[in-house]
């Protein structure tokens, strides 16, 4: 049932919803109108999903012991995991190289990096966020604002 919520992914919606009605012109002020957008948006994005919740949950016990159901849950979970892989994937490459080519192989699209192209700065932050975060066990928050903080650091000092 966890699986039917909404991650942290789709709520970019909250983000686009209050950015496009801050950019109407109307009769409320812009930052009114995107904060009632961005509530009505994450409201009619996690609506359906706790229905769908409260009114499944009752039935669980005996959805778990049907076999066929919960082989499509572990299906639907290993969709899950590739969706995420996948973007894992693009979010990277698109980090850390300036341009990137797709070879389609049998219709599989396939992201080839220009290597020069490399962002070496990128590439330093992220191997330090990976060493602090798997080899020292730093939390998660920690490890991000250190990112974030080495990144503003780096952008002032290249900009001066």
């Known amino acids: 049932m966890a699986e039917t919520t909404p991650g ?25 109108a995107g904060l009632l957008a961005s509530i009505v948006v994450t409201w009619v994005t996690f609506v359906l999903c706790f229905l769908w919740i409260f009114l499944g949950a009752p039935y669980m016990e005996r959805l778990n012991r049907n076999l066929s159901f919960k082989t499509a849950l572990t299906a639907v979970t290993a969709v899950v995991v590739g969706v995420i892989l996948n973007l894992a994937v693009w979010f990277s490459f698109n980090t850390l190289f ?19 192209t490399l962002d070496l700065p990128a ?11 798997f080899r020292i066990k730093v939390g998660l928050l920690p490890a991000l604002a250190v990112s974030a903080a080495g990144g503003i650091l780096y952008q002032l000092i290249l900009r001066t």
């Open 123 to 133: 590439l330093i932050i992220a191997a330090a966020a990976c060493f602090v975060l």
């Open 8 to 32: 942290p992914l789709t709520q970019v919606v909250q983000f686009v919803g209050f950015i496009g009605a801050f950019r109407l012109v109307g009769e409320p002020s812009p930052l009114a």
């Open 98 to 116: 300036g341009h990137l080519t797709e070879q389609t192989f049998s219709g599989i699209g396939i992201l080839i990096p220009t290597w020069n």
